[in-house]
């Protein structure tokens, strides 16, 4: 098992790949770099293989997918995800895989928004959304998230293997934050020099429907996430609206001693009963996601305890000369080296 491991999801990026593989090669040179093609058209994958990347593919549209299939078929002690538009500077992959390998951190996430990305992002509106983004989540988690959307982070292996990806698109950098703020894992910031595309790259980020599609994975997560805050707050709309209801017709009442408006009594009923279900939904599934929080716990163990075994395993098959001993045309050995040309 790599040490670290570094991941680049790439779609169409042919301008840019083999600067960043040699930029990665360059900080982290023991590191396993990682190019995973999803159905690029220009060449992305070759350009990637010279440089001496290994190179696979998926074949699933979209970045959480890819995120998918890497987090599945990768073992590292540490992996560093980027993008390969050359955004992002290797120069803190050093201090970023110190953090996971010597601080024990889960997730370290590159900070954009503290410094350069106002002023190098050409697209007006991302900064503003992401701003939207960062206070949506610290309000709901109660944390001090600075970019919940940067494509630069590092992660532990526990991490990695216990995170379940929903996401298919760019959303997946937002579900990666919220996963680690309702998990309770231990996360880091990094404050980098964020630099725009270079020109003639084409972004793949759509403003308005990743933005939409962020938004709806935020309700999503906070219903999964936080429910009884989430069915509470329903809950409280709905009992508001009866007692609206409700007064007037308890005001006649005390007035004259009759209900003339049985109908909005009747309403404000079904409403207030509404809101009580609204409430014990809630509170039932806040229960349940206490014990899911406890099985977590358990994964999270079984995580640790598979990579301590899986770095036994390879000390164990490693020669006094620091060798494997195993054929090095076996196993997924054999595949890295294919994939590297």
């Not at 590191?31 to 350009?47: E, F, K, L, P, R």
């Not at 996401?167 to 703020?181: D, K, N, P, W």
Request: with cysteine; hydrophobic share 40%; charged share 25%.
């Amino acid at each position: 098992m790599n040490e670290i491991a570094v991941l680049i999801p790439c779609f169409n990026e042919a301008q840019t790949i083999a600067k960043v593989v040699e930029d990665w090669k360059r900080q982290l040179p023991e590191a396993a770099i990682y190019v995973y093609d999803n159905n690029s058209t220009d060449g992305t994958a070759g350009i990637a293989q010279a440089h001496g990347a290994i190179v696979r593919r998926e074949y699933m549209q979209g970045k959480g997918n890819v995120i998918r299939r890497m987090f599945r078929e990768i073992d590292a002690d540490c992996y560093i995800l980027t993008d390969g538009d050359d955004t992002y500077p290797a120069e803190c992959g050093r201090e970023m895989a110190s953090l996971v390998l010597d601080r024990q951190a889960d997730m370290v996430a590159a900070d954009r928004l503290s410094s350069t990305y106002r002023t190098e992002n050409s697209r007006p509106f991302h900064y503003a959304g992401n701003r939207i983004v960062c206070a949506m989540i610290n309000t709901m988690f109660h944390s001090r998230i600075h970019d919940a959307m940067t494509g630069l982070r590092a992660f532990s292996y526990p991490f990695v293997k216990t995170f379940p990806v929903l996401s298919r698109g760019f959303e997946i950098e937002v579900e990666m934050t919220i996963h680690a703020l309702d998990k309770n894992l231990r996360m880091e910031s990094l404050v980098i020099d964020y630099r725009d595309r270079p020109e003639g790259s084409d972004p793949k980020l759509k403003t308005i429907p990743d933005g939409i599609r962020v938004i709806r994975m935020i309700t999503r997560l906070l219903r999964t996430c936080r429910p009884l805050s989430f069915f509470g707050f329903f809950a409280g709309l709905l009992m508001l609206a009866a007692l609206i209801l409700f007064v007037p017709v308890f005001r006649e009442y005390l007035q004259t001693g009759l209900v003339p408006r049985f109908p909005t009594l009747i309403a404000s009923g079904f409403v207030s009963m509404a809101a009580l279900l609204s409430f014990f939904c809630g509170l039932l599934l806040d229960t349940l996601r206490q014990k899911e929080r406890q099985d977590f716990e358990y994964h999270l163990i079984d995580a640790e305890r598979q990579r301590r075994l899986d770095t036994r395993e390879g000390q164990d098959r490693t020669g006094p000369a620091g060798e494997a001993a195993e054929s090095p045309l076996s196993g997924r050995g054999m595949q890295d080296r294919e994939e590297r040309g």
